[in-house]
């Protein structure tokens, strides 16, 4: 039996919009399945930069935020020249790791959106030297404010 993943996006949520360009898409003429990891960087670059702080500023710290698990569900095939809308959410921040979720729209006419992927990544915080360290406090104060508080 599969093994099911949550991928739900939570308030907050970034919105960013990106156009596929052909060199995205394979000989089908549907965007390549590797390219949608793509599509959750730039959606989880752009929230950084825009709600917390940019990657390039967290290097600065001394830190690298590598994928160490990602989950793509694939709903819909996008296409050259479709307008996507990449919606992006923090869900999770722990000492050394944090996990976003995403899901990847299309504008159709009208201006209706269809669900074309829901997934997520995890991300360890490391130093220079490859080693697990804990986020600094600048950045983990900054990215623990952007995920939801449970409540009790």
């Given at each position: 039996?599969?093994?099911?993943?949550s991928?739900?996006?939570?308030e907050?949520?970034?919105?960013?919009?990106?156009?596929?360009?052909?060199?995205?898409?394979?000989?089908?003429?549907?965007?390549?399945?590797?390219?949608?990891?793509?599509?959750?960087?730039?959606?989880r670059?752009?929230?950084?930069?825009a709600?917390?702080?940019?990657?390039?500023?967290?290097?600065?710290?001394?830190?690298?935020?590598?994928?160490?698990?990602?989950?793509?569900?694939?709903?819909?095939?996008?296409r050259?020249?479709?307008?996507?809308?990449?919606?992006?959410?923090?869900?999770e921040?722990?000492?050394?790791?944090?996990r976003?979720?995403?899901?990847?729209y299309?504008?159709?006419?009208?201006?209706?959106?269809?669900?074309?992927v829901?997934?997520?990544?995890?991300?360890?915080?490391?130093?220079?030297?490859?080693?697990?360290?804990?986020?600094?406090?600048?950045?983990?104060?900054k990215?623990?404010?952007?995920?939801?508080q449970?409540?009790?």
């Amino acid at each position: 039996m599969a093994k099911s993943f949550s991928a739900s996006l939570h308030e907050p949520i970034f919105r960013t919009n990106y156009r596929v360009i052909y060199g995205d898409t394979d000989a089908a003429g549907v965007v390549y399945n590797a390219n949608y990891l793509r599509y959750f960087e730039i959606g989880r670059t752009e929230m950084m930069r825009a709600w917390a702080i940019p990657y390039s500023q967290v290097e600065q710290m001394g830190c690298v935020l590598p994928i160490t698990e990602s989950y793509i569900r694939f709903k819909a095939p996008a296409r050259y020249d479709d307008l996507l809308t990449i919606a992006t959410s923090l869900v999770e921040v722990k000492r050394v790791s944090c996990r976003f979720h995403y899901a990847i729209y299309r504008t159709e006419e009208g201006g209706r959106e269809q669900l074309l992927v829901r997934g997520f990544t995890s991300l360890a915080c490391i130093n220079a030297e490859g080693r697990l360290t804990a986020f600094p406090d600048e950045l983990m104060e900054k990215i623990s404010a952007l995920v939801p508080q449970k409540e009790v």
